[in-house]
């Protein structure tokens, strides 16, 4: 990844971490391993988390148990982390993404971002340049998604441009959305 990593001051609420231990729902203790192993030796969701410990788990997380399990981390994302008030509906809750990130993670350094742009009537483009794993960020689309269901929409479909992709050093990941 090209983007630099996050300063050792930034942290994450527990809540959002907690996340990743209800994700590996069959797989507690490993996952409490793996946080272990980076610092978090036993996780409480009212407090505050090195961000360096958290983005290592996620390493490690993806190496041993893999992607589908990372995206799942980011499914649970909604019912965990702290969300600002008034959504009502999946395209606010996509607007208010990065306010939620952002509730979510403090002190100082570039965290990165998630930018929504519409496109059109029920489209739209996500742009993440934060340093997770892009299968966390499509989970938690995905998650938003489930959640405020468009009235007459069936599915979601997410389209990931794996040209631009953090995953192989860019500073971005985009993800086209349609449903």
Known sequence: MTRDTPSSQ??????SVQALVDAMEFLTLKAQRILASHGIKSLEPEKWYPM?????????????VGPHTTRAIGLAIPRNAV???GIDSFESALLALDQ?????????GDI????YQPTGERTGLM???????CEFDQGIILA???RF????????????????CRARGAITCGYQLKW
């Not at 939620?100 to 100082?108: D, E, K, T």
């Open 10 to 15: 930034v942290e994450v609420y527990g809540r």
């Open 52 to 64: 360096r410990g958290v983005l290592d788990s996620f390493d490690d997380i993806l190496k041993q």
């Open 83 to 85: 969300f600002p008030a």
């Open 100 to 108: 939620a990130y952002r509730l979510n993670h403090r002190g100082s």
């Open 112 to 115: 990165g971002s998630y930018r």
């Open 127 to 133: 742009v993440c340049d934060n340093p997770y794993p």
């Open 144 to 146: 938003l998604y489930e």
């Open 149 to 164: 269901k468009p009235r007459g929409s069936f599915v979601l479909h997410l389209a990931h441009d794996t040209s631009e």
